[in-house]
């Protein structure tokens, strides 16, 4: 019993650090129309800079700087950050497909940065050796298989209610109006190119906590651990959910993930001796699969975008008029 | 009347070295309806659009109220008293019609006030304000669309083909619509395919053909002018002056 409810928590610790990621993506992508196909660079920003920060000193290579964990873990999401505002200034005004292009170009020179630059990175080997937070003071295994569970779980609702609180202020209505037409959105007096660059930064350093919180669970961070297909895995988990609903995508990382999980178990239990080289590749089709087929089918995802309705009084007092229950 | 907007020797393009509009000049007059027509290809989308900022400015000037504005980035418009509504895509169709207009009255000190008077002059959208914008008729998005650029009492309005996709009685709607706001001294500068409607609205009529100035004058007097009637009647080809 134990054992299952371990390995849930384990399945639950990683839906909930790809779910925090897919969130990042909801607001790039489903708030603002910014088509991000280098999420893998920034949550690999993430994951090592909080290592790099928070990592111990080792014997020719740069960091371990051993910095008390939440400073490690903020310190990687700002380098998260920055490096979305450069990537960003430099490709933002790409728009759509091109805009992937160059945001998927620069998940792959990072992924290649990380294997060959061994002082800063570790290159092929990785790093490891990551003191995880508050392990030695908890001891026992499962309990703090728990306890990350809860920190995930706690991390999760904090973005989503701050994203929530987010994208419906006024902020969030030019976020998506500036998703659907710049140039209306110029003319009524808003600057796509800083709202779009902002969001860009946000989406990205929430990607980065998922980084930092990934690095955290295991550890160890290495070059396979930023593959193109978890760019793709987080991807098909905001379109099966819904891209612009929050909820949606913290659905879709649970559903795609479960899904992930029990295909590697099922092919690795019931593929052919001979096929069991490929079962891998098989599970990049089924995302494929997946995603193709609810763009085709239901494009909107599982949990659509919601209308925010407005609360509307025609009264005399001033201030009367309140759309998304703010005083407009 | 007064000039609110002059246009002086404008050229503009959307490729370097390759301009659409050559020499341009207008004037717009305070609480006028002036209306730009000429065939598809002559410039008048690009006029207007240039107006705004979008299209590059390669020589001359514009000036609104007698500040010169060459240049403007468009989401410096609306606190100079310029609003732009462009022929699609002119309201956020997922949004709804409330927040579509809570976007544009933002930053207004009277915003409660100011929208309350907007859903008076335009009932239809009262009766809808938590439908998607993307719901409405052709007619009301247009009516939106006008509502989002009057929101922050645009001094001048620069109104692009609103008539483009509508039926003919609703396109005839949508241009009394367009003068009537003149009577809230606005003054308008509005490109229309639908020569006769927009004329039949504007006090002033300027004739773009190749990116040049080609005519001018009242719009009644246009719309009596036989070449413009060969042009727009008999289907003949207008060369630059």
């Known amino acids: 019993m134990i054992g299952l409810i371990s390995y849930l928590a384990f399945f639950a610790t990683m839906a909930g650090i790809l779910a925090i990621a897919v969130l990042g993506l909801n607001l790039q992508w489903g708030h603002t129309g910014l088509f991000n196909g280098g999420v893998v660079a920034f949550f690999g920003a993430g994951a090592y800079g909080t290592m790099l920060l928070g990592g111990p000193p080792e014997p020719g290579q740069f960091g371990g700087f051993a910095l008390p964990y939440v400073v490690a873990l903020g310190g990687g999401i700002l380098i998260a950050g920055v490096v979305a505002w450069i990537v960003g200034l430099l490709t933002l005004r790409l728009r759509h497909d091109y805009l992937a292009i160059a945001t998927f170009g620069v998940a792959v020179a990072f992924e290649n940065v990380t294997r060959n630059a061994d002082w800063l990175t570790g290159g092929a080997r990785g790093l490891r050796g990551f003191p995880r937070p508050l392990e030695a003071a908890i001891g026992d295994t499962f309990l703090y298989g728990l306890f990350f569970l809860g920190l995930v779980l706690a991390v999760l609702l904090a973005v989503y209610l701050g994203l929530e609180r987010l994208v419906n202020s006024p902020y969030g209505r030019v976020l998506r109006a500036i998703r659907e037409d710049e140039v209306s959105a110029r003319s009524v007096g808003k600057n796509p190119t800083r709202l779009r660059l902002e969001s860009f930064v946000i989406g990205s350093m929430i990607m980065g906590a998922a980084g930092g919180l990934y690095v955290s669970f295991y550890a160890f961070v290495s070059p396979q651990d930023l593959a193109p297909i978890l760019t793709f895995q987080i991807w098909a988990m905001l379109i099966v959910g819904g891209a612009g609903n929050n909820r949606g995508a913290i659905l879709g990382a649970f559903l795609i993930w479960g899904a992930w999980t029990l295909s590697g178990f099922a092919l690795s239990r019931f593929a052919p001796d001979a096929m069991q080289l490929y079962t891998g590749s098989i599970q990049y089709i089924l995302i494929g699969v997946v995603i193709v087929g609810m763009l085709m089918w239901r494009p909107q995802g599982l949990l659509p975008e919601r209308v925010t309705k407005t609360i509307y009084q025609k009264g005399a007092k001033k201030g009367s008029v309140i759309i998304n229950k703010e005083v407009i | ?241």
């Open chain 2, 1 to 241: 009347m007064s000039a609110v907007l002059q246009i002086e020797g404008l050229e503009a393009g959307y490729v370097r070295d390759l301009p659409i509009l050559r020499q341009v000049n207008l004037t717009l007059k305070q609480g006028s309806l002036t209306t730009i027509i000429g065939p598809n290809g002559a410039g008048k989308s690009t006029l207007i659009k240039a107006i705004a900022g979008i299209v590059p400015i390669s020589a001359g000037r514009v000036v609104l109220n007698g500040r010169d504005i060459t240049g403007i980035r468009p989401d410096e418009m609306a606190p100079l008293g310029l609003a732009y509504v462009p022929q699609t895509d002119n309201i956020f169709r997922t949004l709804t019609i409330a927040q579509n207009l809570a976007l544009v009255l933002r930053r207004l000190p009277d915003r409660a006030a100011r929208l309350r008077e907007l859903l008076d002059t335009f009932p239809p959208l009262a009766e809808k304000l938590d439908d998607r914008a993307g719901a409405l008729s052709g007619g009301q998005r247009q009516m939106l669309a006008v509502a989002m650029a009057l929101a922050t009492r645009p001094t001048v309005m620069l109104m692009d083909e609103p008539s483009a996709g509508l039926s003919p009685k609703i396109a005839a709607e949508v241009l009394d619509l367009t003068r009537s706001l003149t009577a809230t001294g606005v003054s308008i500068l509005l490109v229309e395919q639908n020569v006769k409607q927009a004329l039949r609205v504007a006090d002033h009529c300027y004739i773009l053909a190749e990116g040049r100035n080609r005519l001018d004058g009242p719009a009644d007097q246009i719309l009596s002018d036989p070449e413009v009637a060969a042009i727009y009647l008999g289907g003949r080809r207008v060369g630059a002056a």
